[in-house]
């Protein structure tokens, strides 16, 4: 079984290089962009199985509006998005709300600092969480197909 | 012809008007033909009181008829009222309604006035001291309608009632009816003198009326404009305070959470050495990190301070500041010449670059140093005493520090950065250039917000506070000063910084 693939997108190379040290020897593949565009780009060219997504990058709401964008792309909508800032869980919610409920559809929120205990265990539920999500309805599918 | 009639139907009364809005006060609570009930019951009761006191008298049919078609008028005026639709107070209507609401109103005024004529003409003509009522009618007039449109009402006024007491003097109308039937002699309207001096009397009488009113209505509405208009300024003022709060706050809670990366950032990396992440050559390499953010946080607090500094101060520093900007280049150069040395970039010693304006001061500068040279002094490069600014020194010290040390961290090792100081007729310029990344177009626009970083410069991955140039734009509103900028990614960029001139040369 390959290694799952993240990608961080951060402006802050030492987060990204902590990120990469608190998760490759866990077995995932970590890539790091530090802005928005290039990102956006490397999702496209090479979807990972995670996003690792900062909220300040060069404008302070830039994660909010690279989330919106990927949950309105058909071939990236269902990619789970864990929301990376120093701004904690709360505020950041709040201000996502500043911009319009469809800029919230995150699946988990990790607040700096970052512990590695912390990074892995929301890591790996999101993506077993994705995983189930996506079993259920491959097996619904077949249920159907085979009724 | 339509456009002229509409030009001039809606000036009838242009909006903000005072007199319009207490017309439509006026019109909202049915005021003149609630008046207008009640002196037809007045009136109705004078008739019969008269009947009582004045059995004898023979009043013509002509009264009743009058006061009938004064109710009738009125009824009419009711159903009028009612196709003008009138915003609730305090919305002010369009020139349409405005309009609408003035044609009314004179209408109204003029056909009181001719009802007012033709009772006096049935009730005694220039003996019937009711004739006041024109005086009252005038004074209405001038309070609420436009001046030519009360003009024409006092005019109309006086007109009518000449009508009728010269009429009856000459015999056009006949026959008089006397306004006391029972008292003999009195016989009025048949003495020329007597007609004109009523005549003379009601003509000084309006027009004092006219004058007067029209005044104070002048007045109120000057008054009203200053209250509008300080009104609308308030209100900006207001609205300039709110979103000037709100850029505040968004403000702070940027600072905090630029201000708890960093240090969020150390503790991440601490806890990575604490919880064993980190083994080896890593744990060497994170320490580095640690104090290199540490560093940075200390800069960034550094720079709040300096912009907090800056925007507390007033602008009147800037305005006698005689800031000589070679002297504060040299001093720069100073600074930087080493990091830029261990940085492999070639940072050029600041150069002025002659054009063909001269000013004042540095023709007497000139000639100062031709005195020296005559006098054998040891003459010694030293700044031009010619390019002062108007900017505060430590201001202008931050500003083209900040401007440096950006041209230098984005410049890769090998580049060079060039600093030319070019003097005009009203500003003194500065340009920075370097050969370095460069930035890209979109980026221009948010360059000089705080916390703001161009996209190139967060590839680059060079740690900054993106407070730098929004130090710089501060100051330069703050001193009038302006900044351009001129770049091409991977190419290398520009930033000329147009300095104001100080007032008076040394």
Request: aromatic letters at 6%; charged letters at 20%.
């Amino acid at each position: 079984m390959s290694a799952e693939r993240i990608l961080v997108i951060d402006d802050d190379p030492d987060v990204c290089d902590a990120l990469k040290m608190i998760l490759e020897p866990a077995g995932y593949r970590v890539a790091c962009c530090s802005t928005g565009p290039e990102g956006v780009a490397r999702l496209h060219a090479e979807p990972p199985d995670l996003l690792l997504l900062d909220i300040m990058l060069s404008t302070p709401s830039e994660g909010f509006h690279i989330a919106y964008e990927v949950r309105q792309d058909e071939q990236l909508r269902d990619m789970p998005i864990v929301m990376i800032s120093a701004i904690g869980k709360k505020m950041g919610m709040d201000y996502a709300r500043e911009l319009g409920s469809d800029y919230m559809p995150v699946e988990d929120f990790l607040e700096k600092p970052l512990t590695a205990e912390a990074v892995r265990r929301v890591v790996r539920q999101t993506l077993d969480r994705r995983g189930r999500d996506a079993s259920c309805a491959t097996g619904s599918d077949s249920a159907r197909a085979e009724n | 012809m339509m456009p002229m009639r509409d030009a001039i139907l809606r000036n009838f009364y242009p909006s903000g008007d005072f007199r319009a809005r207490v017309l439509l006060d006026l019109m909202r609570a049915r005021w003149l033909i609630l008046w207008r009930w009640i002196i037809l019951l007045a009136a109705i009761g004078l008739i019969m009181v008269d009947r009582v006191v004045l059995p004898g008298a023979n009043r013509p049919a002509g009264v009743l008829v009058c006061a009938g078609l004064l109710g009738l008028a009125n009824v009419v005026w009711i159903i009028l009222h009612r196709q003008v639709p009138i915003p609730v107070a305090p919305a002010m209507p369009g020139p349409d309604i405005l309009t609408s609401v003035a044609i009314l109103t004179n209408a109204q005024m003029i056909v009181d006035l001719l009802l007012l004529t033709v009772m006096l003409r049935f009730t005694g003509g220039v003996e019937n001291p009711l004739v006041v009522f024109y005086l009252f009618h005038v004074v209405l007039a001038a309070q609420l309608l436009r001046s030519l449109n009360a003009m024409v009402q006092g005019a109309a006024a006086l007109v009518l009632y000449s009508t009728v007491v010269v009429g009856e003097w000459a015999g056009w109308l006949t026959p008089h009816y006397s306004f006391l039937p029972t008292v003999a002699g009195l016989r009025l309207h048949e003495d020329g003198a007597s007609v004109l001096a009523a005549i003379g009397a009601l003509a000084v009488a309006i027009s004092g009326c006219l004058l007067s009113m029209m005044r104070i209505s002048f007045h109120l509405d000057a008054q009203e404009r200053t209250l509008e208009q300080t009104h609308r300024h308030l209100t900006a003022s207001y609205q300039a305070i709110q979103k000037m709060q709100a850029q505040r706050a968004r403000f702070t809670w940027t600072a905090a959470h630029q201000l708890k990366s960093p240090i969020a950032v150390i503790q991440t990396l601490a806890a990575l050495v604490r919880d064993g992440v980190a083994t080896g050559g890593q744990i060497h390499d994170v320490a580095e990190r640690i104090i290199r953010r540490c560093a940075s946080g200390i800069e960034q607090v550094s720079e709040l301070l300096t912009l907090a500094r800056i925007e507390q101060n007033t602008p009147d520093r800037h305005v006698s500041a005689q800031t000589n900007v070679e002297t504060i280049l040299l001093k720069l150069h100073v600074r930087f010449a080493e990091p830029a040395l261990a940085k492999g970039v070639t940072l050029s010693a600041p150069v002025v670059e002659r054009s063909s304006f001269i000013d004042p001061c540095e023709r007497k500068s000139a000639e100062r140093d031709a005195i020296d040279a005559a006098q054998g002094e040891l003459y010694a490069p030293c700044p031009h005493p010619s390019l002062r600014v108007a900017v505060d020194d430590r201001d202008l010290e931050d500003c083209l520090g900040n401007v440096l040390d950006n041209a230098l961290k984005y410049t890769p090792a090998g580049g060079a950065v060039t600093v030319s100081i070019v003097p005009n007729a009203r500003d003194i310029d500065v340009r920075i250039a370097d050969t370095g990344i460069g930035i890209a177009e979109e980026s221009y626009a948010e360059l000089f917000e705080p916390f703001r970083r161009g996209q190139t410069a967060l590839k680059a991955g060079v740690p900054g506070s993106g407070l730098g140039l929004a130090i710089v734009k501060e100051v330069f509103d703050q001193a009038g000063g302006r900044v351009a900028v001129q770049s091409k990614v991977s190419e290398g960029t520009t930033i000329v910084l147009s300095l104001p001139r100080a007032k008076e040369c040394a």
